[in-house]
Protein backbone atom coordinates (compact mmCIF):
# COMPACT_ATOMS: atom_id res chain seq x y z
CA UNK A 1 0.00 0.00 0.00
CA UNK A 2 1.59 3.42 -1.12
CA UNK A 3 2.12 5.57 2.08
CA UNK A 4 -0.43 8.36 2.48
CA UNK A 5 0.25 11.38 4.58
CA UNK A 6 -1.72 12.44 7.90
CA UNK A 7 -3.86 15.19 5.74
CA UNK A 8 -4.80 13.30 2.97
CA UNK A 9 -5.53 10.09 4.64
CA UNK A 10 -8.36 11.97 7.30
CA UNK A 11 -9.90 13.52 4.23
CA UNK A 12 -10.47 9.89 2.74
CA UNK A 13 -11.88 8.77 6.28
CA UNK A 14 -14.33 11.84 6.00
CA UNK A 15 -15.32 10.37 2.70
CA UNK A 16 -15.87 6.88 3.37
CA UNK A 17 -17.78 8.24 7.04
CA UNK A 18 -19.99 9.94 4.66
CA UNK A 19 -20.10 7.10 2.01
CA UNK A 20 -21.23 5.05 5.03
CA UNK A 21 -23.64 7.20 6.39
CA UNK A 22 -25.84 7.51 3.12
CA UNK A 23 -25.25 3.69 3.04
CA UNK A 24 -26.71 3.22 6.75
CA UNK A 25 -29.81 5.56 5.76
CA UNK A 26 -30.54 3.67 2.83
CA UNK A 27 -30.27 -0.01 4.24
CA UNK A 28 -32.47 1.56 6.88
CA UNK A 29 -34.79 2.68 5.21
CA UNK A 30 -35.49 -0.34 2.76
CA UNK A 31 -35.29 -3.10 5.53
CA UNK A 32 -37.20 -1.07 8.41
CA UNK A 33 -39.50 1.12 5.55
CA UNK A 34 -38.86 4.54 7.43
CA UNK A 35 -36.08 7.14 7.16
CA UNK A 36 -34.37 8.38 10.30
CA UNK A 37 -31.27 9.57 10.91
CA UNK A 38 -28.56 7.29 12.07
CA UNK A 39 -25.33 7.18 13.66
CA UNK A 40 -24.27 8.39 16.96
CA UNK A 41 -22.96 11.95 15.66
CA UNK A 42 -24.73 14.69 14.86
CA UNK A 43 -23.27 15.17 11.70
CA UNK A 44 -23.73 12.83 8.47
CA UNK A 45 -20.80 10.99 9.52
CA UNK A 46 -20.84 7.16 10.77
CA UNK A 47 -16.87 6.86 11.49
CA UNK A 48 -17.44 2.84 12.12
CA UNK A 49 -17.39 3.16 8.48
CA UNK A 50 -14.76 5.25 8.03
CA UNK A 51 -12.23 2.73 9.93
CA UNK A 52 -13.63 0.27 8.46
CA UNK A 53 -13.04 1.38 4.74
CA UNK A 54 -9.44 2.41 5.86
CA UNK A 55 -8.40 -1.13 7.84
CA UNK A 56 -9.91 -3.01 4.45
CA UNK A 57 -7.58 -0.44 2.47
CA UNK A 58 -4.44 -1.25 4.53
CA UNK A 59 -4.97 -4.76 5.75
CA UNK A 60 -6.23 -6.30 2.13
CA UNK A 61 -4.58 -3.65 -0.19
CA UNK A 62 -2.78 -7.50 -2.27
CA UNK A 63 -6.64 -8.15 -2.79
CA UNK A 64 -7.90 -5.43 -3.78
CA UNK A 65 -8.61 -6.06 -7.24
CA UNK A 66 -10.32 -9.59 -6.86
CA UNK A 67 -13.99 -10.14 -6.01
CA UNK A 68 -14.49 -13.36 -4.02
CA UNK A 69 -11.42 -12.81 -1.70
CA UNK A 70 -12.34 -9.42 -1.14
CA UNK A 71 -15.76 -10.03 -0.49
CA UNK A 72 -15.13 -12.38 2.13
CA UNK A 73 -12.23 -10.60 3.84
CA UNK A 74 -14.36 -7.35 4.03
CA UNK A 75 -17.23 -9.21 5.31
CA UNK A 76 -15.07 -10.52 8.24
CA UNK A 77 -13.11 -7.59 9.15
CA UNK A 78 -15.83 -4.99 9.00
CA UNK A 79 -17.87 -7.65 11.49
CA UNK A 80 -14.93 -7.87 13.55
CA UNK A 81 -15.03 -4.20 14.01
CA UNK A 82 -19.08 -4.04 14.49
CA UNK A 83 -18.55 -6.63 17.02
CA UNK A 84 -15.68 -4.81 18.95
CA UNK A 85 -17.41 -1.90 18.43
CA UNK A 86 -20.46 -3.05 19.96
CA UNK A 87 -18.87 -4.08 22.97
CA UNK A 88 -17.20 -1.65 23.68
CA UNK A 89 -20.11 0.84 23.77
CA UNK A 90 -21.70 -1.67 26.11
CA UNK A 91 -18.43 -1.56 28.51
CA UNK A 92 -18.88 1.97 28.19
CA UNK A 93 -22.45 2.97 28.44
CA UNK A 94 -23.75 -0.47 29.93
CA UNK A 95 -25.71 -0.75 26.65
CA UNK A 96 -26.20 -2.47 23.35
CA UNK A 97 -26.16 -0.38 20.82
CA UNK A 98 -27.81 -2.02 18.16
CA UNK A 99 -28.97 -5.59 18.71
CA UNK A 100 -29.50 -8.71 15.92
CA UNK A 101 -30.77 -10.99 18.58
CA UNK A 102 -33.75 -11.39 16.23
CA UNK A 103 -31.71 -12.35 13.08
CA UNK A 104 -30.73 -15.30 12.21
CA UNK A 105 -26.95 -16.61 12.55
CA UNK A 106 -26.12 -13.87 15.03
CA UNK A 107 -23.39 -13.71 17.36
CA UNK A 108 -24.12 -12.69 21.18
CA UNK A 109 -26.81 -10.28 19.06
CA UNK A 110 -23.71 -8.18 18.15
CA UNK A 111 -23.43 -9.22 14.59
CA UNK A 112 -25.16 -11.08 12.15
CA UNK A 113 -24.83 -13.44 8.47
CA UNK A 114 -27.20 -10.32 6.89
CA UNK A 115 -25.20 -7.86 7.98
CA UNK A 116 -21.82 -9.10 7.06
CA UNK A 117 -22.93 -10.52 3.87
CA UNK A 118 -23.95 -6.74 3.40
CA UNK A 119 -20.22 -5.30 4.52
CA UNK A 120 -19.19 -7.98 1.69
CA UNK A 121 -20.59 -6.46 -0.83
CA UNK A 122 -20.08 -2.85 0.20
CA UNK A 123 -16.20 -4.05 0.41
CA UNK A 124 -16.15 -5.10 -3.16
CA UNK A 125 -17.88 -1.84 -4.07
CA UNK A 126 -15.42 -0.17 -2.41
CA UNK A 127 -12.57 -1.62 -3.42
CA UNK A 128 -13.76 -1.38 -6.92
CA UNK A 129 -15.49 1.65 -7.08
CA UNK A 130 -15.78 3.90 -3.95
CA UNK A 131 -11.81 4.29 -3.56
CA UNK A 132 -11.04 5.02 -6.84
CA UNK A 133 -13.26 7.66 -7.02
CA UNK A 134 -12.47 8.67 -3.35
CA UNK A 135 -8.84 8.61 -4.20
CA UNK A 136 -9.58 10.62 -7.83
CA UNK A 137 -10.93 13.01 -5.77
CA UNK A 138 -8.72 13.59 -2.75
CA UNK A 139 -5.28 13.44 -4.52
CA UNK A 140 -6.40 15.48 -7.74
CA UNK A 141 -3.94 18.51 -8.86
CA UNK A 142 -7.31 21.09 -8.66
CA UNK A 143 -8.15 20.20 -4.93
CA UNK A 144 -4.07 20.39 -3.24
CA UNK A 145 -4.43 23.69 -2.95
CA UNK A 146 -7.70 23.53 -0.28
CA UNK A 147 -6.37 20.38 1.37
CA UNK A 148 -5.00 22.00 4.60
CA UNK A 149 -7.81 23.82 5.11
CA UNK A 150 -10.50 21.36 4.79
CA UNK A 151 -7.98 19.54 6.96
CA UNK A 152 -8.13 21.44 9.66
CA UNK A 153 -11.80 22.51 9.21
CA UNK A 154 -13.17 19.12 8.91
CA UNK A 155 -11.03 18.03 12.16
CA UNK A 156 -12.35 20.69 14.19
CA UNK A 157 -15.85 20.02 13.38
CA UNK A 158 -16.00 16.51 14.19
CA UNK A 159 -13.67 17.44 17.21
CA UNK A 160 -16.75 19.55 18.40
CA UNK A 161 -19.04 16.85 17.25
CA UNK A 162 -17.56 13.70 19.22
CA UNK A 163 -17.30 15.87 22.18
CA UNK A 164 -21.29 16.84 21.93
CA UNK A 165 -21.49 13.32 21.21
CA UNK A 166 -19.99 12.21 24.59
CA UNK A 167 -21.74 14.60 26.68
CA UNK A 168 -25.08 13.42 24.85
CA UNK A 169 -24.29 9.33 26.20
CA UNK A 170 -23.01 10.48 28.83
CA UNK A 171 -25.91 12.28 30.27
CA UNK A 172 -28.26 9.30 28.42
CA UNK A 173 -26.12 7.10 30.56
CA UNK A 174 -26.56 9.40 33.58
CA UNK A 175 -30.60 9.33 33.32
CA UNK A 176 -30.74 5.57 33.21
CA UNK A 177 -28.64 5.77 36.29
CA UNK A 178 -31.62 8.02 37.78
CA UNK A 179 -34.27 6.24 36.53
CA UNK A 180 -33.00 2.66 38.25
CA UNK A 181 -32.39 4.53 41.14
CA UNK A 182 -36.08 6.02 41.41
CA UNK A 183 -37.52 2.32 40.58
CA UNK A 184 -35.54 0.96 43.45
CA UNK A 185 -37.09 3.83 45.79
CA UNK A 186 -40.46 2.82 44.37
CA UNK A 187 -40.26 -0.47 45.41
CA UNK A 188 -39.04 -0.08 48.75
CA UNK A 189 -41.35 2.63 49.98
CA UNK A 190 -44.74 1.20 48.22
CA UNK A 191 -43.33 -2.32 47.07
CA UNK A 192 -46.23 -3.45 50.22
CA UNK A 193 -49.47 -1.38 48.82
CA UNK A 194 -51.50 -3.49 46.96
CA UNK A 195 -52.53 -0.99 44.56
CA UNK A 196 -48.69 -0.70 44.08
CA UNK A 197 -47.76 -1.79 40.13
CA UNK A 198 -44.68 -2.94 40.16
CA UNK A 199 -44.84 -5.35 36.94
CA UNK A 200 -42.28 -2.93 35.22
CA UNK A 201 -40.62 0.76 35.64
CA UNK A 202 -43.40 2.99 33.91
CA UNK A 203 -46.11 1.14 35.78
CA UNK A 204 -44.25 1.56 39.06
CA UNK A 205 -44.41 5.49 38.53
CA UNK A 206 -47.79 5.80 37.19
CA UNK A 207 -49.49 4.23 39.61
CA UNK A 208 -47.57 6.11 42.53
CA UNK A 209 -48.22 9.43 40.52
CA UNK A 210 -51.94 9.04 40.14
CA UNK A 211 -51.87 8.18 43.86
CA UNK A 212 -50.40 11.15 44.95
CA UNK A 213 -52.84 13.47 42.20
CA UNK A 214 -55.94 11.67 43.52
CA UNK A 215 -54.45 12.47 47.63
CA UNK A 216 -54.67 8.86 48.29
CA UNK A 217 -50.96 9.00 49.55
CA UNK A 218 -48.52 12.40 50.50
CA UNK A 219 -45.46 12.24 48.77
CA UNK A 220 -42.25 15.12 49.29
CA UNK A 221 -41.69 17.66 47.03
CA UNK A 222 -38.96 16.52 45.44
CA UNK A 223 -40.12 12.96 44.85
CA UNK A 224 -43.08 14.66 42.98
CA UNK A 225 -40.75 16.19 40.99
CA UNK A 226 -38.93 13.70 39.91
CA UNK A 227 -41.77 11.73 39.31
CA UNK A 228 -43.37 14.38 37.29
CA UNK A 229 -39.77 14.63 35.55
CA UNK A 230 -39.88 11.14 34.80
CA UNK A 231 -43.33 11.04 33.19
CA UNK A 232 -42.56 13.58 30.45
CA UNK A 233 -41.11 12.63 27.57
CA UNK A 234 -36.70 12.35 27.51
CA UNK A 235 -36.11 13.78 24.34
CA UNK A 236 -32.15 13.22 24.57
CA UNK A 237 -33.24 9.43 25.17
CA UNK A 238 -35.86 9.04 22.80
CA UNK A 239 -33.90 10.85 19.75
CA UNK A 240 -31.65 7.93 20.44
CA UNK A 241 -33.70 5.19 20.68
CA UNK A 242 -34.68 6.84 17.28
CA UNK A 243 -31.39 6.13 15.75
CA UNK A 244 -31.20 2.72 17.66
CA UNK A 245 -34.71 1.12 17.75
CA UNK A 246 -33.12 -2.46 18.87
CA UNK A 247 -30.93 -1.10 21.93
CA UNK A 248 -30.68 -3.11 24.93
CA UNK A 249 -29.52 -3.38 28.12
CA UNK A 250 -29.19 -5.35 30.87
CA UNK A 251 -28.57 -2.80 33.82
CA UNK A 252 -31.00 -0.68 32.67
CA UNK A 253 -33.18 -2.85 31.17
CA UNK A 254 -36.44 -1.60 33.43
CA UNK A 255 -35.12 2.41 32.47
CA UNK A 256 -34.81 1.76 29.31
CA UNK A 257 -38.45 0.14 28.42
CA UNK A 258 -39.77 2.95 30.07
CA UNK A 259 -38.62 5.52 27.65
CA UNK A 260 -39.80 3.31 24.90
CA UNK A 261 -43.12 2.99 26.41
CA UNK A 262 -43.34 6.71 26.90
CA UNK A 263 -42.02 7.04 23.58
CA UNK A 264 -44.74 4.99 21.92
CA UNK A 265 -47.56 6.81 24.27
CA UNK A 266 -46.35 10.37 22.71
CA UNK A 267 -46.67 8.55 19.16
CA UNK A 268 -50.36 7.37 19.71
CA UNK A 269 -51.39 10.22 20.78
CA UNK A 270 -50.11 12.45 18.06
CA UNK A 271 -51.38 10.05 16.36
CA UNK A 272 -54.98 10.18 18.06
CA UNK A 273 -54.69 14.42 18.06
CA UNK A 274 -54.15 14.25 14.02
CA UNK A 275 -57.15 11.95 13.46
CA UNK A 276 -59.12 14.16 15.73
CA UNK A 277 -58.23 16.98 13.86
CA UNK A 278 -58.70 15.54 10.63
CA UNK A 279 -62.29 14.37 12.09
CA UNK A 280 -63.19 18.20 13.03
CA UNK A 281 -61.87 19.15 9.62
CA UNK A 282 -63.84 17.01 8.04
CA UNK A 283 -67.35 18.03 10.02
CA UNK A 284 -66.94 21.48 9.43
CA UNK A 285 -66.59 21.04 5.60
Not at 61 to 78: D, E, I
Not at 157 to 181: A, C, N, P, Y
Not at 190 to 197: M, Q, T
Request: with cysteine.
Amino acid sequence: MPSIDTQHLFLLFIFYSFAGWIGEEIWVSVLYRKIEKRGMLHGPLCPIYGFGALIILFAIYPWRNTWLRLFVASAVLASILEYFSSWLLEMIFHTKWWDYSGHKFNLNGRVCLLNSCAFGAGGVAFGHFLHPLASDLVFSSGIQPFVPAAYYIFSTILGIDVLFTVKRLVRFSETMEKLKMLGEQLMEKYGSEPWFRDADLHAMIHSVKARIESGSIQANERLRQRLEKFSKRQRNEERLFRKFPTMSSREYRLPLDHIKQTFRESLESKKAQKLQAAKKAENQH
